[in-house]
């Protein structure tokens, strides 16, 4: 929700877990190998691989890019836990997204914490072996709450909290349909050295009065205020600029920029947002308390 790219530089963060997630299931077997299938929400088969419980490499696959980095993961989980997968058995392994694969709501983090329960590690420290990402959402992966998180030197702070604005129908969740690479964003981010402390104390101000806010126009000014400084930063333009220039109310990136989801913040209702986005080609608008998790449990419709 806050602090993206300044989350690196010891910013506080807040996040949110989604409804929606992964799920895994593993079946020993008799066979040699590791067999991976990945299924949609729509339970089509969009992935699979033949690994080899030698080196982890891929013995066939429909895509070796995720093979290499099935084998990444698994090796990490291993340097963590040498007692996992060292029986020579083999898996019949199936994940099972919740959500469209262009979300962007975090296949890989969610993968992540799955497989750190299957191998019985923490999920942080298996993070840590296969990304340069700040960690914050193999965390939210595990959380039944909102989270907020701060990674200051070699060690990390992360609490679950109640985050629940009062104007949270004013709230929605908004897709690009545009999926970013997070692992790219935080390169990008890391080449530009300048200025990358001041940005995440100016963040961390931000999160902590988004956390204490409880008017709509203040938390939009502050949203604004959070996207100017990104875009300032690392010199791409705010998305409500660049699609949405007309809009009345508050625009802010959500993760890597240029795509994935944008949370929205204004006085309208669910059928105007929903016009006003479709007619400028974007139909997934969620309210904000119909995404979050335990929200849609908790507080009434």
């Known amino acids: ?21 992964q799920k895994m299931t593993t079946k020993q077997t008799r066979k040699s190998d590791l067999h991976w299938f990945a299924y949609d929400m729509d339970g089509n088969e969009w992935f699979k691989a033949q690994i080899s419980l030698m080196d982890f490499s891929p013995v066939k696959t429909t895509d070796d890019e995720k093979a290499l980095y099935l084998q990444k993961l698994l090796k990490g989980a291993v340097r963590l836990n040498s007692e996992f997968l060292s029986k020579w058995n083999g898996f019949d392994v199936k994940t099972y997204l919740e959500f469209p694969k262009d979300w962007g709501l975090g296949s890989s983090s969610t993968l992540i914490y799955l497989v750190a329960q299957w191998a019985d590690v923490n999920p942080l420290l298996l993070h840590f072996q296969v990304s340069e ?34 104007f949270g129908e004013h709230l929605y969740f908004v897709s690009l349909n545009q999926k970013q690479s997070s692992p790219d964003a935080v390169k990008h981010y890391l080449k530009n050295t300048k200025g990358r402390k001041s940005l995440a104390k100016e963040q961390t101000e931000i999160t902590q009065a988004i956390l204490k806010c409880n008017s709509l126009n203040k938390f939009i000014d502050l949203i604004d205020r959070h996207e100017q400084l990104v875009s300032d930063h690392v010199g791409l333009e705010r998305v409500k600029d660049k699609y949405f220039s007309d809009f009345d109310g508050g625009i802010k990136s959500l993760g890597a920029w240029g795509g994935d989801f944008v949370l929205v913040a204004c006085k309208g209702g669910l059928t105007s947002m929903k016009t006003y986005f479709s007619n400028k080609g974007y139909d997934t608008v969620i309210p904000y308390r119909e995404m979050i998790y335990r929200e849609k449990v908790v507080i009434p419709a």
């Open 133 to 166: 990402g700040s960690g914050y959402d193999a965390a939210s992966a595990g959380a039944d709450l909102p989270i907020t998180y701060q990674m200051i030197d070699d060690t990390i702070n992360y609490t679950e909290i109640e985050f629940r604005p009062v």
């Open 1 to 21: 929700m806050t602090s993206e790219y300044g989350v690196l530089d010891g910013a506080l963060a807040l996040a949110i877990p989604t409804i929606y997630g």
